[in-house]
């Protein structure tokens, strides 16, 4: 379990520290206070250096460098925006650190320019004019100093993280391994992908449970075979309710639905790792948000999960009252900081505080 | 949703009907509850503001800048003070070892201002009915007079009273034979039944404008 991070250079923060952290953590803050950075800086953090979540990131935010050319092979992802600052040069740097029991580990994020051997480990074709600059990814945490080529535009080529085209949409799943849900969720074959690892097993129940707090009448869930759909954003999945015969796609559900099941599969397949939520309460009526708490807390104690979340929701922050205790366990502590704009660190409230401040109606966000 | 950075803990609904009624004829205090220069809120007694988490989760709100609370000492003041001192320190380190005699007012670097008043008088036992004593107007003192022996005498007709509550027997036998009967102190200072202006409410008045920076209205809207 992750205690504390460190953020050094990363995006919009200077220097900026989270500590005390627990199973469940919440973060809230203002529009573009940092929250989904936090919530990024985790994500590189605990893949260990792995170039390929930075592709996920930077995919996710859409930061790619518009191609002159339209037609063009692949697309280059923009790098600079990791950079406080936006400033990309050679020495440009960001660290991230985590305290999990005492040894502080550190992941470095920077800019270099090659050295011959560079060169030679580097496995993408182009001249040195065509790269100019590297990437270098080193700290306790990374297995193997990794060096990432980046192009004269201050681009990453997509083909330099060994990822074709058609596998862009590739089910990323290793148990053990951070989930990432922003807003548009996971897609729906990577859902299923998922789904197909739970189903049958144990957690299935765990999913049935989940989705039951919406409609308790549904039975069963079962996915489509991958012939029956295209890559459309809410499918995949059909639902049998109690009294009616035919089963019922998915989509015909609401947004709602599709959250609770993605949260519930992503926690599922999370075990030993981390699930980290950007606006947990998308799609969610406050009625269900405490029942949605009860439900994650209880998978993070059975499967290992250490969970980060952001909201912009009093209602999300409220109903996380409900799963507070008296914060001496530390295994099982549940915590909410603030992160404000130009500070330092992180605005902590513990337990006490946050089943006070729902109490007494004390504004927290 | 209030919209003012300030805020005012205090213990019960009086003392939030006490302070308006009050302050009302000293600065403007429109009706609506979200325009009010100052959100008073009800901590539903000294032991429950006094919990750690209620102070520091008030210090903590990000929209409220000037934080105010307002205690009775019942027994002693000082210990009052002791508890709110040490659930404080952390946030303001500069904190004095005694409550000043006109009231604590302090700010610390994070551009936060915590405030504290003790009732009646940051000194002396007792709680805001106390203070409010002193705004009997003079021609209120002979019916004063009456309701004090009328209260000690009920004692020995079996009124059940607690002794340390004896201010608050009197205040309010006077007030229920003031015109209207009945009205909280609130109302009794809005209709001028209790003196707002008279001078031992200076003090407080003058703590209340300064904590919150608040200058004295001229034309008041009644």
Redesign the interface.
């Known amino acids: 379990m992750i205690h504390s991070i460190e953020i050094d250079g990363y995006r919009g923060f200077d220097r900026f520290e989270m500590n005390d952290l627990g199973l469940v953590n919440l973060l809230v803050g203002g529009n573009n206070s940092g929250k989904t950075s936090v919530l990024e800086a985790i994500y590189l953090l605990t893949s260990k250096g792995d170039p390929m979540s930075i592709w996920q990131l930077l995919w996710r935010r859409g930061e790619h460098i518009p191609d002159e050319r339209p037609r063009e092979v692949q697309p280059e992802f923009d790098i600079c925006h990791l950079f406080n600052g936006h400033d990309l040069q050679i020495g440009s740097k960001f660290s991230l650190s985590a305290k999990n029991q005492s040894p502080k580990r550190t992941i470095d994020f920077e800019i270099a320019e090659p050295t011959s051997k560079d060169r030679e480990k580097i496995r993408v074709d182009g001249s040195s004019a065509r790269f100019p600059l590297v990437l270098h990814i080193k700290g306790t945490q990374v297995p193997a100093d990794t060096l990432i080529p980046i192009s004269s535009k201050g681009g990453i080529p997509a083909e330099a993280f060994e990822m074709p085209r058609r596998m862009r949409n590739r089910i990323i799943d290793d148990a053990g391994r951070t989930q990432f849900i922003t807003t548009e969720s996971l897609n729906a074959r990577a859902l299923i992908g998922m789904w197909d690892k739970i189903a049958l097993t144990p957690n299935e129940e765990l999913v049935l449970k989940a989705i039951r707090f919406l409609d308790p009448s549904i039975e069963r869930i079962a996915s489509h075979s991958s012939g029956d759909f295209f890559n459309t954003s809410r499918g995949g999945f059909k639902i049998k309710q109690k009294g009616r015969e035919l089963p019922i796609p998915i989509g015909s559900m609401g947004d709602g639905m599709w959250r609770m099941l993605a949260l519930a599969i992503a926690i599922s397949r999370s075990k030993d790792g981390v699930l980290l939520v950007d606006e947990i309460d998308t799609g969610l009526h406050y009625s269900v948000m405490a029942e949605m708490w009860k439900l994650l807390y209880n998978a993070a104690i059975q499967l290992n999960v250490q969970i980060f979340a952001t909201t912009h929701s009093s209602d999300c922050v409220n109903s996380l009252a409900k799963i507070c205790n008296d914060g001496q366990d530390i295994q099982h502590r549940v915590t909410l900081n603030r992160i404000e704009t130009g500070k330092k660190k992180s605005i902590p409230y513990t337990e006490g505080e946050i089943r006070m401040a729902a109490e007494q109606k004390i504004e927290v966000r | 949703m209030s919209r003012t950075p300030n805020k005012l803990l205090v213990e019960g609904h009086d003392d939030l009907f006490s302070v308006v009624g009050l302050m009302r004829q000293y600065v403007n205090w429109p009706k609506d509850k979200d325009d009010a220069p100052v959100f008073i ?1 009800v ?1 539903y007694g000294a032991d429950n503001i006094l ?4 102070i ?3 210090i ?5 800048k000037t934080l105010g609370v307002m205690l009775d000492a019942d027994l002693d003041a000082n210990s009052r003070f002791t508890s709110f001192r040490n659930l404080c320190l952390d946030y303001f380190p500069a904190m004095p070892k005694q409550l000043p005699a006109n009231g604590l007012i302090l700010d610390n670097a994070d551009g936060k201002r915590i405030g504290l008043w003790i009732m009646p008088d940051n000194i002396s036992k007792g709680a805001i009915e106390l203070f409010l004593k002193f705004l009997v107007p003079d021609t209120g003192v002979p019916s004063w007079q009456h309701a004090i022996k009328s209260v000690a005498e009920a004692k020995g007709k079996g009124a059940t009273y607690r002794d340390c509550h004896v201010d608050k027997a009197n205040l309010y036998s006077w007030l229920a034979w003031q015109d209207e009967p009945g009205q909280n102190p609130g109302h009794a200072l809005t209709r001028k039944v209790l003196d707002a202006k008279a001078p031992s409410a200076a003090p407080f008045v003058k703590w209340f404008l300064e904590l919150y920076s608040l200058q004295p209205s001229i034309n008041l809207q009644s």
């Open positions: 809120q901590g919990k750690k988490e209620f520091s989760t008030s903590k709100e990000s929209n409220t």
